[in-house]
């Protein structure tokens, strides 16, 4: 098993940036594709970005690409994202998952970490 932590949200006025944390611990960080979601009040949780196991290939929803980037640092066993230019349709309860591999569902999820953008 693995616990996931997140941390980094708060409050920010529109063009701001934000870095997000996203701690693991249990099992071996690498064996695991870490990937960030969000969800705004009455909205669906949607996907946000990936960044796969040991290789670290990355992709990204297309309403943060360009904008946003997540990476890993195995040494800390943290996943990151840096979100950058941020506009109020960014606000959202970010949350970190992971799972093993792209064909396994995310079977562990953090507890979230609220982001607000202001206009």
């Known amino acids: 098993q693995v616990q996931l932590v997140e941390s980094g949200g708060g409050f920010v006025q529109a063009g701001g940036s934000l870095r997000l944390s996203c701690v693991a611990s249990?099992?071996?960080?690498?064996?695991?594709?870490i990937s960030w979601f969000r969800q705004a009040p009455g909205k669906e949780r949607e996907f946000v970005a990936t960044?796969?196991?040991?290789?670290?290939?990355?992709f990204y929803a297309g309403s943060v690409k360009g904008r946003f980037t997540i990476f890993r640092d195995s040494t800390k066993n943290t996943v990151y994202l840096q979100m950058n230019i941020l506009k109020p349709e960014d606000t959202a309860v970010y949350y970190c998952a992971a799972r093993e591999s792209a064909n396994s569902e995310y079977g562990y999820w953090g507890q979230g970490t609220q982001v607000t953008v202001s206009s």
């Open positions: 960044v796969t196991r040991s290789a670290g290939i990355t």
């Open positions: 249990g099992r071996t960080f690498n064996d695991y594709a």
